[in-house]
Structure formats: C-alpha cells, structure tokens
T-cell receptor, first 114, second 115 residues
C-alpha cells in the first residue's frame, strides 16, 4: 500500500522568495516519487522524479526535491519564485520496478504575488 | 511530437444520460491510462491499457464505466448512465514504458459536469 500527504493545500509567496511545498509519503515498497505541475487549462507536466538514484533531484524550471527516507519526505523547493510558477503541484508515489499505478496527493495550490 | 489529446474539453450532461470521452495518446505509446479527479479530492487511477488489453482496471468505480481501446490506438471511456457523483476531471495519460523510467504524458483533461 502507498499514500501521499501534501501538508499544505495552499501556499502563497512573493516573487523572488523561496518556495517550499511539502510532501510526506508512505509505501510498503521501495518508492519512486514524482512532482507534477498543472497550470490552468493545461495537462499535468512532470517536474522531476526520484527513482532510487541520487537523493537530490533537479527538475525543470529551477525546481528540486530531496528524498529523505528517514523522514519519509520529498519536499519540493525553488530558490526564487517567478510569477509563472503559480499553479497546482502534485506529489506522486509509485512502486519502483513494477506496477504503473500512480498515487497522487491532494495537490498544493501555489500563489505568487508581486 | 503531438501530445496526448482529449476531447471534449468540457461536457455538461443530465443525470441518466450517456457520455463518451476520448483520448488520443502519443503515437507509439503502448501504455494508456485513465485517471479521475472528483471535486476536492485527489487524482485517482481508473485503469491501464497495454495496447488494446486492459492491464489493470482496479480503479474503475462501477459497471457504469466502460473503457475501450480498439486497435491499441485511441481510447474511449463511456459513462452510462451518468450520475451526479461522476462529475470531475478525467485525465488520460500515455507512456512509452514503465512509468518510473519514462514518466507519463498527460492530456489536459475532460471536465465532466453531471446535472
């Protein structure tokens, strides 16, 4: 069994300040973890993924996430927010090496203010 | 390359009617998935095709939902008869291979409203 908890449903930051979106996971198996982003009226876009290689994962648009097994966390960060980062972000878990079913968190809405 | 295409983008139907959603995956992607997001809830898996075969349909909510993928290309998801609780956004995704290595490419979704 696996599950994901996104700790904040809404996050608001000022442009140019750091972004932190928090995600905790639970998995009976060795997990692979992803962050997806959805901009309004767009599909879900893959930001980054962890698949049991390096624990610090770099993604597109300056985002990165760190897999911490001891804390069962996979928080998403970005040093400096841009207006175009405003979107909904999803933390996702699946089983490494087998099975293709993704388990999504409930999403975090990121608002970026001037 | 063209992305995953879903249509219609929006559909409003009355309770008891039938609706068919269509998904065109990326050409050459054998794996096709359907997911659904009901208002206020998380995105949930519905089913997975490998070519024309249903690999996993454990997420299908009930027998009012019928998914097909004839010929292993596009897929349809039919809801008959639709109920109010079927309202939500239906996402389709396709993948070249195992998700953990290739990831999914998602479509923009079909927003279904049952009134």
């Amino acid at each position: 069994a696996q599950s994901v908890t996104q700790l904040d449903s809404h996050v608001s930051v000022s442009e140019g300040t750091p972004v932190l979106l928090r995600c905790n996971y639970s998995s009976s198996y060795s997990p692979s973890l992803f962050w997806y982003v959805q901009h309004p009226n767009k599909g879900l876009q893959l930001l980054l993924k962890y698949t049991s290689a390096a624990t610090l994962v770099k993604g597109i648009n300056g985002f990165e996430a760190e897999f911490k097994k001891s804390e069962t966390s996979f928080h998403l960060t970005k040093p400096s927010a841009h207006m175009s980062d405003a979107a909904e972000y999803f933390c996702v878990v699946t089983r490494t090496g087998g099975g293709n079913k993704l388990t999504f968190g409930t999403g975090t809405q990121l608002k970026v203010e001037l | 390359e063209a992305g995953v295409t879903q249509f219609p983008s929006h559909s409003v139907i009355e309770k008891g009617q039938t609706v068919t959603l269509r998904c065109d995956p990326i050409s050459g992607h054998d794996n096709l998935y359907w997911y659904r997001r009901v208002m206020g809830k998380e995105i949930k898996f519905l089913l997975h095709f490998v070519k024309e075969s249903k690999q996993d349909e454990s997420g299908m909510p009930n027998n009012r939902f019928l998914a097909e993928r004839t010929g292993g290309t596009y897929s349809t998801l039919k809801v008959q008869p639709a109920e109010l609780e079927d309202s939500g956004v239906y996402f389709c995704a396709s993948s070249q291979g195992l998700t953990v290595y290739y990831g999914y490419t998602f479509g923009s979704g079909t927003r279904l409203t049952v009134v």
